[in-house]
């Protein structure tokens, strides 16, 4: 079992829908979460990070994390062709040093 | 702000060579991690350095080293190269520990022939 599990996709929603991706953890140490997104051929960057259960908004961004139940979501309001990308669940036990999950790939049709 | 610098951009080398990458954190950073990205097994943490010090290290053999120095800029090392460390390396940087909230470069793609 991996240590972070995402469906690879990819997940295809129609512009303006809201697209739900998912991922669980399997050690229950964790203490942060992190939602990347990764353009095809660019670095990842941090659009979402979270630490306590519950929701979190940041625009058109929302994560939830569940910890009871070790699982991590990340919803995407109104998608826009240009959130199309590969969205990586991340989480750490301490420091900086994040366990990534293998990534989902999202297309949003127009 | 400039951001996350890596050098060199691409290289390719040969098994049983070794290779040098560079990475400079965005000014005020102190934290500096190093991922290797490959096709098959995803984003995987390689070492994280603060202060100079490794504060922490993934499970990928004594072959692969770094170090930091006192202006943060980091330097990873791999040694006697294997045709499966071809990947992407990504350095990324923090302002401090704890955080998880990394900025990468853009990475270094080596290729081992």
């Known amino acids: 079992q991996k240590e972070v599990e995402q469906n690879s996709g990819p997940l295809s929603v129609p512009e303006g829908a809201i697209a739900s991706l998912n991922c669980t953890y399997s050690d229950r140490v964790s203490q942060s979460f992190f939602w990347y997104r990764q353009y095809s051929g660019k670095s990842p960057e941090l659009i979402m990070s979270?630490?306590?259960?519950g929701d979190k908004e940041d625009g058109r961004f929302t994560a939830q994390l569940n910890k009871a139940s070790q699982y991590v979501s990340l919803l995407i309001r109104d998608s826009q062709p240009s959130d199309s990308a590969t969205y990586l669940c991340a989480v750490s036990r301490a420091g900086n040093m994040l366990t990534f999950g293998g990534g989902t790939r999202l297309m949003v049709k127009p | 702000k400039a951001g996350v610098t890596q050098t060199p951009r691409y290289l390719i080398k040969t098994r049983g060579q070794q290779v040098t990458l560079s990475c400079s954190p965005i000014?005020?950073?102190?934290?500096v991690s190093w991922y290797q990205q490959t096709p098959g097994q995803g984003l995987q943490f390689l070492f994280e350095?603060?202060?100079?010090?490794?504060?922490n290290k993934g499970n990928f053999p004594g072959r692969f080293s770094g170090r930091q120095f006192s202006n943060s800029r980091s330097e990873m090392n791999v040694s006697t190269l294997e045709l499966g460390d071809s990947a992407l390396y990504l350095c990324?940087?923090?302002?401090?520990?704890?955080?998880?909230?990394?900025?990468f470069g853009e990475g270094s793609r080596l290729t081992v022939l």
């Open positions: 000014s005020g950073h102190r934290s």
């Open positions: 350095y603060f202060s100079e010090t490794q504060r």
């Open positions: 979270i630490y306590s259960n």
């Open positions: 990324a940087s923090s302002f401090n520990r704890n955080t998880g909230e990394l900025f």
